[in-house]
Every structure is written in structure tokens, then in C-alpha cells.
């Protein structure tokens, strides 16, 4: 949040001209020079690199110096630090234009905030209690909140939720608040459910059973109901995905509650709806069934930095106000109540998304929604068009396709990947310019990798389905 809090649209040809205006007015060539960007240390291994665990890389780094006896006369210090920041920020630039693998919006312009950079905005406590620190910014806070919890039909006076740090720490507030709920509930969540889950279960020592999924990646409730009926003791706190990290599949909520419902759980159940992904999207796509808080749900999170488009990681978490007393206890020191898993919590974060749900509403994101649902069609018609498999899960913007062979390729465009898959993540910052500019990349390099024919492209059958499989095998 240094400087212009823009996203540097301007300099990504954004004014219509294709020039980089911003580019043409940096300061002159910098003294210094930017450290090669840190890669995890590699080993090769049959065609895949694998991060080597346990070592920290101190290859580069800008370092941290002790400042000249004299460097306020001369302003050396000053100036090298300033080569070094517009470096970084050219770096970034660069980085933005070729981003596709994370479900991150990097296109908004937050330069009207740039004013309150200068003040250290802190929501410590609870949103609904007013602490004694009074450099807040509560006011958004509660707004946003109230924006969320209409979203998804809950009233004023229900609910309790509060602007987390990111969508994990909503997932450990979601399974938190279930355990509290239900002290000796069992946590059940899908194979492809996002590490955080996982973690939560570690960090508050809950038995956990991961259920299996369909080649979408949504959950399977013949194996769910197989394993509830295999606990029919202990009550079941359930973490549904509204969107999978690595496939974007939703979970059919509506089946998972009905499955409960059959299986003798009625009342002995906690719903914790995981949006990080596709929670501020599916509200907006015609055929999804609505996450509702209408529907016997305890929470929903989603993160805040990803489809809303903020330029720090921040979430937003909403549960039903009467369990929240189960967890929360008085803090004498803050004037406050202790509800929320941090303590410190990022003050400027809800303004950003206030400023965004106001410049956008409801009706701005449905437009977003369905551009990107389009161009993920496109991504993945294009794909097919050149001979590449792919799946895209029918309410999801998250199109997955085979292993890009050059992990120099993958790390250009960012790609996140898994086993022989890979995935491009079509946020609103995606444009069709954007998609034709990888596509003609992909293009090439594959028919350079495998031109002799002695390599050829991943089977992802796996994955994805034969169906989807352009392999040898699989081709039709
Ligand atoms: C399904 C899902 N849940 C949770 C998270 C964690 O979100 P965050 O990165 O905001 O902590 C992610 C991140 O990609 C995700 O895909």
C-alpha cells in the first residue's frame, strides 16, 4: 500500500492505446539492481520439479543495511531506496501481466484510499463492540458485513461475522465455531477441500474423515453417507466447498444436507460453507442452488482478495450471532469481546471492501460474473480447438488442462498445478486479450516439446475424465 494504491492498470496498456504511459515516465535506469526472483530450490524427478522441504532460500533478498553516519547530508540512502522500490514496482507490473493461475482479480483502481495510508487503522476485537482503540474503521466494517449477510439472507439481528485476514482464517473460524457447537462433532470434508481444512482439524485435534469425490472434484454422498453412518455416534461438522481450489467444483449443498437429514443427523450437524473461491460468484450464476443462511448452514467465508478484487489478502466470515457466544469471552484490557481468531486485524481491509461493494454492487458483479463465466468457455473451447483437453465444472471459471512440460512456462504465467493438471483461474482481470496471448504461447512452446513425437503431452484422464482427455489414449 506504498505509493499509488492503483494496480498499475495504466501501465498494462489499460488506456485503450496499448502504450505504457506510466512506464515511459519512470525515473531513469535505477543504480541498483533487482534481485533475481527467489525460485524454490528444484530437483528433477521423472519430468516434474519437486520444492526441496526444509531449507530456507537466501539466495536474494534486498537487504535491510545500517544507514551511513552521513546519509541524511548526502540523501544517498534515500535515493537507492527509491531505484529500489521503482524497480519492484516495474517487477510487479511485468508480474500482472502475465498472471492466470490464481483466482485473484487484479484489476481495480483504489487510488481514492491513498489518503489513509498514513494512519494505523486497527479492528482489534469485535466489530460490534467498540474497543478503546479508536483509530478504527468499525463503520466499514459492520457496512460490509451487513452487505454480506443480505447476500446470503440472513438478518441484522442473527448474524455475527467479522472482516478476516484471508479466507483460511474464515475456514478456522468456521470449523471453530462448529467444534465449539458440537465439543465431540467429527469433521468430514472432501478430499479436494483446501489444505486450511485440514490444518483446522490438526490445530483443534478433531478426528477428521475426508470423503471422497467425483471426477469433478464435488463431494461424493454415497461415500459421505457410507461414513456418517459409520459415526452415527458423534455429531458431524461438515466443511461444503463452494468452489475447490484446484477444479472450482461445488459441492451440492442441498445433497449434503439432505444426506445428513436421511442419515438420523437432523440437529446434530454444523455446516461451515467454504467460499473462498466462488462465494461472491455463485450468488450471481443463474443455475447454482443459493448458499443461503434459509438452508440449516452455521458459516460461510469467502476471502476478500479474490473475486472482489482487494490488494491485500483479507476475507469475510458470517455465522449465525447465537453461536458465537459459545466462543467468545470479555477481554478487560480492549474493552472488548474476544470472538475472532486474531487479535490485531487490519483496519484498512474493510474499506477497501466497502469501496468496492459501493462502486459495484450487486449488479456490477453479475456483469463480472457472467464475463467471466464466458471467457472461461472460451479459454477451454480454444484449448479443445488446438487439440488440449480441459474440463471446466458447469458453474466455475476455473479451467483445467494438462501440465505445461516447461516449468519456466509455468512459472511465466503462474500457473498453479497438480499431478499432470494445471489451471487458469478466469477472473474479471482476464481478458479475451490476455487468453489469446497465453494460447498462442501455449501453442508454440507444446509444438516444440513435443515435436519429435518421442515425448508427448500428460494423459489427464486421471483428473478430468476420459472425455476430456486429449491424450494419445484418450484422443478422439
Ligand atoms: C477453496 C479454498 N478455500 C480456502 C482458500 C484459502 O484462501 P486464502 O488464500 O484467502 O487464505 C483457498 C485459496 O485458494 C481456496 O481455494
Sequence with gaps: ?????????????????????????????????????????????????????????????????????????????????????????????????????????????????????????NNLGDPFIESNYGVHSRQFEVGVLDWFARLWELEKDE???????????????????????????????????????????????????KVDTHISGEIDCSDFERKLMQNKDKPAIINVNIGTTVKGAVDDLDLVIKTLEESGFQDRFYIHCDGALFGLMIPFVKKAAKVTFKKPIGSVSVSGHKFVGCPMPCGVQVTRLKHINALSSNVEYLASRDATIMGSRNGHAPIFLWYTLNRKGYRGFQKEVQKCLRNAHYLKDRLNAAGIGAMLNELSSTVVFERPKDEEFVRRWQLACEGNIAHVVVMPSVNIDKLDYFLRELVEKRAVWYKDGICQPPCIARDVGQESCFCSLHKK
Excluded at 78 to 83: C, G, I, K, L, V
Excluded at 184 to 202: P, Q
Aim: with cysteine; charged share 25%; proline share 5%.
Design 1 to 121: 500500500m506504498v505509493g499509488s494504491v492503483g494496480n498499475g492498470a495504466a501501465d498494462l496498456g489499460a488506456n485503450g492505446n496499448g502504450k505504457a504511459p506510466h512506464l515511459e515516465q519512470q525515473p531513469e535506469e535505477p543504480a541498483v539492481a533487482l534481485p533475481m526472483e527467489m525460485e524454490p530450490e528444484m530437483v528433477e524427478g521423472e519430468g516434474k520439479r519437486e520444492v526441496v522441504m526444509g531449507r530456507n532460500m537466501h539466495t536474494a533478498c534486498f537487504a535491510v543495511k545500517e544507514p551511513d553516519a552521513d546519509d541524511d547530508e548526502t540523501g544517498e540512502r534515500e535515493a537507492t531506496m527509491a531505484s529500489v522500490l521503482a524497480l519492484y514496482r516495474r517487477s510487479l507490473v511485468e508480474r500482472t501481466k502475465h498472471h492466470l493461475g490464481y483466482p485473484y482479480n487484479l484489476d481495480f483502481d483504489y487510488g481514492a484510499l491513498a489518503q489513509l495510508q498514513h494512519f494505523s487503522i
Design 159 to 209: 448474524y455475527w461475522g467479522y472482516i478476516t485476514n484471508c479466507g483460511t482464517e474464515g475456514n478456522l473460524h468456521g470449523i471453530l465455531v462448529g467444534r465449539e457447537v458440537f465439543p465431540d462433532g467429527i469433521l468430514y470434508a472432501s478430499r479436494e477441500s483446501h489444505y486450511s481444512v485440514f490444518k483446522a482439524a490438526r490445530m483443534y485435534r478433531m478426528e477428521c474423515v
